[in-house]
């Protein structure tokens, strides 16, 4: 198989579709070369002003004129100028042109302390992945950083599809078109480069930039080999995948023999080694204490909001833990003290909101919330209680969403949830204060649909991805997306 040829075995999460394919661009850039340079040197610039901010704040007497273009060279020789990086893979790259350059500071200026060491990585950390995170937001440079896709096969429908990488990356991306695989091969050679040329014109790119999918069907297995005989000989880059299947594509080794058009992929379920699980847990200590102390003002207040209003300041529910152990989750109080009536009259007149309530477990329009409550609820603030959780041990910072007990009446989703076969894997985890469903739809997401995301979470942990999912948090919470 050439070189220009991947295998993707279904390893990255898919949401409740609801993402729209991108538009036809009115009027597509000129040169693909100067656009890929204007996004390395926006790229380049926000990243040293991240460095600099952070040198200059951490430690100033460090300041050395040739401390930025070091920096620079290191990100690039670390890959983190390239387009091939997702989420995971770039903030790997990210941590080690910081690892590099915590030694270069040394070496510049060898009576730095340990604390502005510290210090510089944290901020250097928070500020490039922020600044990278809004460079991805903007519209001009999307189809740069997400070169446009052409999916075809009907493994997958082209909005599922779409809503899936955009899960996987930070950005919305461009599909094309999506078409049956018969329909392609039906076009012969010649048609299919033709129709992929036109593709590309219309969005204003070169045709290698195409990122063609293959993700077929089973009856379409024959088409598949015939259109990638085709795309091979054409020279154009293609991707083969499997929208369904039980092999999780971080566990998945990919391999082929000499001589052989048959590609592997060599399944060993791992179990993640002692010491991950211990950095996790002191990764929760550190950051549930400072955010506790950074927020205290702030929980001050909310305190006396809710006083003011009367009744418990402080919700807690019964909820299900690692090994199924009960705890009791806090929140900060957003619903009226007669909640639980109101709910019941509500889905007992009114159809609309008990099918809401059947898939979601959530109303999108409550009525037993406060006036305050939906301010919380907005800003996700009514859920800092749980640091306190988080502290005890109970709860993660990351991991699945806790369930309520099933003894605890009302929750039919979750004591399905609980009585299914998924628990398995949700009982392995610790329960965390954020999540995939979070970063991906949160309450548009459906219940079964998060049960997935919780299991593919527990089957693909590691400390690189709860540090994706945090920083995808924040972008969430500050950004408004996801809700």
Not at 373 to 395: H, I, T, Y
Request: net charge positive; charged share 20%; hydrophobic share 50%.
């Amino acid at each position: 198989m050439q070189s220009s040829t991947s295998l993707v075995l279904g390893k990255r999460p898919l949401c409740t579709p609801r993402t729209p394919i991108a538009p036809k661009l009115a009027h597509p850039p000129r040169s693909v070369i100067s656009r890929v340079w204007l996004v390395v040197a926006l790229t380049m610039g926000a990243d040293a002003l991240a460095l600099g901010v952070s040198l200059g704040l951490a430690a100033p007497q460090a300041a050395d004129p040739a401390f930025l273009p070091l920096a620079m060279a290191i990100f690039g020789l670390a890959g983190l100028y390239r387009r091939d990086a997702w989420d995971a893979e770039e903030l790997k790259r990210i941590f080690a042109a910081m690892a590099v350059l915590t030694v270069l500071l040394v070496a510049i200026s060898p009576a730095v302390a340990a604390t502005e060491l510290a210090l510089f990585n944290i901020l250097g950390l928070i500020g490039v992945t922020g600044l990278r995170m809004g460079l991805g937001r903007w519209s001009a440079l999307r189809l740069v950083l997400h070169p446009p896709m052409v999916l075809a096969g009907l493994g997958l429908e082209r909005d599922s599809f779409a809503y899936q990488m955009r899960a996987s990356r930070a950005g919305q991306p461009t599909v094309l078109r999506g078409a049956p695989l018969r329909a392609l091969t039906g076009r012969g050679r010649s048609g299919l480069d033709t129709w992929l040329h036109r593709l590309a014109a219309r969005a204003g790119v070169q045709v290698r930039e195409l990122q063609v999918v293959l993700l077929p069907a089973v009856q379409e297995a024959s088409a598949a080999r015939q259109l990638a005989t085709w795309l091979t000989e054409l020279r154009q880059p293609f991707t083969i995948g499997f929208a369904e299947g039980p092999v999780q594509g971080r566990n998945a080794m990919l391999s082929s023999d000499l001589g052989a058009d048959v590609l592997l992929a060599h399944i060993a379920p791992r179990q993640p080694a002692p010491m991950a699980r211990i950095a996790k847990r002191g990764l929760d200590i550190v950051l549930a204490t400072l955010a506790l102390i950074l927020l205290a003002p702030l929980l001050g207040l909310i305190w006396a909001g809710l006083v003011s209003e009367g009744g418990a300041v402080i919700f807690a529910q019964t909820r299900v833990g690692r090994g199924g152990r009960r705890f009791r989750c806090l929140k900060f109080r957003t619903m009226r003290m007669d909640a639980e009536d109101r709910l019941a009259l509500l889905l007992d007149c009114n159809p609309v909101a008990q099918a809401e309530w059947a898939r979601h477990q959530k109303l999108a329009d409550d009525p037993r919330v406060t006036r305050l409550g939906r301010v919380l609820r907005a800003s996700s603030l009514d859920e800092l209680p749980q640091f306190l959780n988080v502290l005890k041990g109970d709860m993660s910072l990351v991991g699945p969403r806790p369930i309520v007990a099933p003894e605890v009446p009302g929750y039919d989703a979750d004591r399905a949830y609980y009585q299914s076969d998924a628990f398995h894997d949700y009982a392995g985890c610790t329960p965390g204060l954020t999540g995939l469903w979070q970063v991906c739809g949160r309450h548009q997401t459906a219940h079964a649909e998060r049960i997935r995301l919780d299991r593919w979470y527990a089957r693909n942990w590691s400390i690189w991805l709860d540090l994706v999912i945090l920083l995808r948090t924040v972008r969430v919470v500050v950004m408004g997306d996801g809700r």
